[in-house]
């Protein structure tokens, strides 16, 4: 039903299938690492091709909205309007990098019908109580998974700022930035949020002595980029497809 309603956009936006919706709808309402966790079972159950496969990893891993507006607007900004305005041009810069993709790949609509019915057939079979206990393990697996790794990488964040590393990492940031006479005290934070994004946002949000502007445009930047943290889980949900996260690292 989703591939028959969204084909039309899905063709003429980002020449890919009906099917590659649901990553990219479930992408953006849900956060990371969801929208690569879909594409990575689409792939696997042979409804999405390599190419399409590879294209849709380049756009739908995106924050979700709980994140940005609940989090970000109201606990750390106490604004909702900012919260809103952060996931407006969140969702529009994953759509315009989704468009630009589609420039430079090749139109493949093949999808592999027998393997769909297939599908169909499998989850007829399955009654609402098997459904809900199999959503709830794999909810709980996947909320552990990205648990596991914001704890890991706030750790390696304390002990890089412990040793010193951000402190020498910012100087060459920071003697630029004063050529401009642009204030460093959000250097340390930014680079800290490249890392991990969740802290360094956190962070950035309790600079006072920097413009709103800058505080909101660094955090947009953060959102955008996802972090070291955010990519180590996208590597590690398609560590055993073939499926290729290079393509997000060329867009950026």
């Given amino acids: 039903l989703i591939d028959k309603l969204f084909s039309p956009i899905t063709n003429k936006l980002f020449k890919l299938p009906g099917i590659a919706s649901i990553p990219i709808i479930l ?19 042979k409804l999405l091709s390599k190419n399409n496969a590879n294209t849709l990893l380049a756009f739908t891993n995106n924050s979700g909205p709980l994140f940005i507006v609940s989090f970000i607007g109201i606990s750390l900004y106490h604004d909702t309007k900012t919260g809103i305005l952060l996931l407006i041009t969140h969702i529009i810069s994953a759509f315009i990098v989704g468009i630009i993709i589609s420039f430079f ?12 019915q297939e599908n169909i057939e499998n989850s ?13 393990k794999d909810s709980v697996s996947t909320c552990l998974f990205i648990g596991g790794f914001i704890i890991f990488f706030s750790v390696i964040i304390c002990l890089l700022t412990n040793s010193l590393f951000f402190d020498i990492l910012s100087k ?9 006479n642009i204030s460093t005290i959000q250097t340390i934070p930014f680079l800290q949020g490249i890392i991990e994004m969740t802290n360094g946002i956190n962070i950035i949000s309790t600079l006072n002595s ?6 909101i445009s660094l955090t947009a930047f953060i959102l955008g980029i996802g972090g ?14 073939d499926l290729l996260l290079a393509i997000i690292l060329f867009v950026l």
Wanted: glycine share 4%; no cysteine; aromatic share 10%.
């Fill in 27 to 45: 992408g953006i309402f849900s956060g990371y690492p969801i929208g690569a966790k879909i594409v990575k079972e689409l792939y696997e159950k």
């Fill in 105 to 116: 790949t090749k139109e493949d609509k093949s999808i592999n019908k027998t393997s769909n």
């Fill in 124 to 136: 007829k079979n399955k009654n609402i109580a098997n459904i809900i206990v199999d959503s709830i």
């Fill in 172 to 180: 060459p940031i920071n003697y630029i930035l004063n050529i401009f």
């Fill in 210 to 215: 920097i413009p709103y502007i800058y505080k």
């Fill in 228 to 241: 070291v943290s955010i990519y180590m889980q996208l590597l590690a949900i398609i560590s055993n497809t």
